[in-house]
């Protein structure tokens, strides 16, 4: 990254609509997009940054190279 401070986001409270999805190797942005998708035809109405996290990886066995990720929006 060019500039830390502005890639990194504060999470503030509140209340969030989340996604979970499995991705891994090079295809992280695109499965990242398309649970941004999933969540924008929800119907949920949505404002501020989108927050991803992977999730469960030190206990979870996904097939080679998988994570579990979430991801929530406010």
């Known amino acids: 990254m060019d500039n830390a401070k502005k890639a990194?986001?504060?999470?503030?409270?509140?209340r969030?609509?989340?996604i979970y999805f499995i991705s891994g190797g090079n295809h992280i942005i695109a499965d990242s997009l398309n649970a941004?998708?999933?969540?924008r035809e929800?119907?949920?109405?949505?404002?501020?940054q989108a927050f991803v996290k992977d999730i469960a990886?030190?206990?979870?066995n996904f097939e080679v190279g998988n994570?579990?990720?979430q991801m929530t929006i406010k």
């Open 57 to 60: 990886r030190d206990f979870v």
């Open 67 to 69: 994570i579990p990720f």
């Open 36 to 39: 941004m998708t999933r969540i």
């Open 8 to 14: 990194n986001f504060e999470k503030a409270k509140g």
């Open 16 to 18: 969030y609509v989340g």
């Open 42 to 48: 929800s119907g949920y109405p949505l404002a501020g």
